[in-house]
């Protein structure tokens, strides 16, 4: 062999590794974008499953002050039920509604000194504040992390190593629905 | 371009903590050859080998044990129990949005507004508010504050810092006992035992240790001058990126900058760490580690 031929083929060799760098470095960023997604959705999932178990006992609490607001009971418990199956898009409208209804529940309790009173029911609204908090913000996460992936592979040069992945949905819900807390210490 | 400045920043942090271990860890080793040749020139062959062990345990432990010695020292306890509920609750919305674990999280007794951040890296992080931001602080403005401080825990300016604080924090100490011993008339006992052939050195060596002695606060506190600033305005920022509400960490400040006297009772090595000096001290303006409040609140209001 001659010169040349040592140096096309060391040229080629060079390009080849240089290629499979690239591809394993754009795969392995891929997969983890992939991952920081499924560990967003399960972040969020995990503050739905504690809404979820967290609403009855506050709705026992309020039972025990004001036994007549039924409407509304049933409304809390019908949005409730949405949290745990469905599609994440489903159950997280079933999760705004529930903040809602919520809401209205909060409202109904001003009426009630005594329920406002109680330690029990203070703590509840706390943590149900914090938990529509973290719902935000594991949402505000879950976007992110899919605005990196979808922007990763859709440039030059992630979107030619994206193997016909396509892009994620965001999780589209109004932002600046967060609320005031009303607890105080 | 967010997230390659914050990797950038954290890349930078790293480099920047293993630095500051080779530079303090000479630092200390020119120290203990000063002493080691004042107190015991005859062994200074066994004095350095076993003084570079120390200083190498020392300086792994620092590193180890830094988040629990800056804790204690400030006297901060874990944050349990009903009344932090809320604290706790913002704490770990923050570290979701941050996508960082959630941090331990500490309360310090203390009627001032502040908080500060530690530990070696995003896993054992701990965050410390004091009573008085619980109490005067709406949940916007507490979320602002917690927020900056997790922004250090994500940038790993936290394993940075609470490295300078400890490692400085001996160094001190160390400069503390050499003035300390020329202040009683270390120096006269010394000449009597002086050897004819290491006289000249040994005053050379006396005086590169006083020096080092009267340096070593006023270097520190330029390393930290030169590190905390960059990183507050880093944390500030990052921090609004996280609640997606600088106005909330604006009047945080704000309210600091009203309420606040700087008279807390904490550690100088340990106040860089505090999202607002603790300790006011005619000093400040020439090492101040905190960038001015008031141009803080000012980029806040400008994004």
Redesign the interface.
Known sequence: MDILTLSVIGALVVVALILVGLYFSYYNRIRMYEN?IDE?WS?IDVQLKKRFDLVPNLVETVKGYAKHEREIFENVSKARAGLVSGSPQERMEASNMLTSTLRTLFAVAEAYPQLKAN?QFK?LQ??L???E??I???R??FNT?VL?FNNLITTIPGAWFAGGRSKREFLAIP?GERQ??K?Q? | MA?RSFFDEQRRNRRDSILLAIVVSLFLFGLVYSFAYIFAPDALIFVLPFSLVLILIYTWGSYQYGDKIVLSSTGAHPAEG??F??L???A???A????VPPPKVYVIDDPEINAFATGKDPQHASIAVTTGA??KL???ELEGVVAHELSHVRNRDVEFMTFVAVLVGLVSILSHIILRWAWWGGAGRRRSRSRDSGAGIEVVVIVLGFILAILAPIAVALVQFAISRRREFMADASGAE?T?YPEGLASALEKIKDNNQGKMKVDEAVSPLFISDPNKSPLDNLFATHPPLEERVKRLRQM
């Open positions: 920081q967003a972040q330690e703590l706390e943590q504040q914090g938990i908090d973290k935000a913000y594991a505000q996460y992390s990196n932002e005031v807390p607890v210490f | 997230r009903n009344e509920v809320y706790n609750n913002v770990e919305g923050l979701i949005a941050a996508g619980l109490q709406n949940r916007q996280l997606r």
